[in-house]
């Protein structure tokens, strides 16, 4: 098995001082194009720190899988940070679910679409202002009311199950 640490060189330089978990990932799947012939792929992952490639596939954002001999190969110091190319043997998948995944053509990706932002609500008229601000006065006045008959004493009739039925007022002490 050969030491792709250049060609993990290679694609390091196309990015920033610094990468997400999913340039991490495209990188890694560049690498493993490119030697897809001698049998490199990436590695799932599900869960902890990884990356999505533009097709949704979730892998370890700094892992390469040689299919041949189930080999993983750790090729990113801080992964998803400074991201420093290496080259460290880990030894065979420690779970069933971490599976060789055949790379993708990087030059097939598009960029993914992004949803489109929704437009602000258009600001209310001045007309339409001064009419929201007559129907919040109009409910003040109707629970200052409701406040006043409360505070006057309501004759009260509830239902309560085991207790039968109670009368009382609300309201005054």
């Given at each position: ?6 060609s993990v060189?290679?694609e ?5 001082a610094t ?18 012939a ?12 990884r ?34 190319p ?8 420690q ?5 060789w995944?055949a790379p993708?053509d990087?030059?097939?990706w598009?960029t993914?679409?992004q949803?489109p ?7 209310a ?18 629970v200052e009311?409701?406040h ?6 309501w004759?009260?009739?509830i239902?309560?199950g085991f207790?039968?039925v109670l ?5 005054r002490?």
């Amino acid at each position: 098995m050969q030491n792709l640490v250049s060609s993990v060189q290679e694609e390091r330089a196309k990015y920033g001082a610094t990468m997400t978990d999913d340039e991490c990932a495209a990188l890694c799947n560049a690498v493993a194009w490119k030697h897809r012939a001698d049998g490199w792929g990436t590695s799932r992952k599900t869960s902890g720190a990884r990356g999505r490639l533009p097709n949704g596939t979730e892998i370890a954002h700094d892992i390469l899988h040689h299919r041949p001999t189930n080999e993983l190969i750790d090729v990113l110091i801080a992964a998803g940070a400074a991201s420093q190319p290496q080259w460290v043997p880990v030894g065979p998948p420690q779970s069933s679910d971490r599976t060789w995944v055949a790379p993708i053509d990087p030059a097939t990706w598009q960029t993914p679409v992004q949803p489109p932002v929704a437009a602000a609500p258009p600001l209310a008229t001045a007309a339409e202002a001064a009419e929201i601000l007559e129907a919040i006065a109009a409910l003040r006045q109707d629970v200052e009311r409701l406040h006043a008959r409360v505070n006057a004493g309501w004759p009260l009739r509830i239902r309560a199950g085991f207790l039968g039925v109670l009368t009382g007022t609300v309201g005054r002490e």
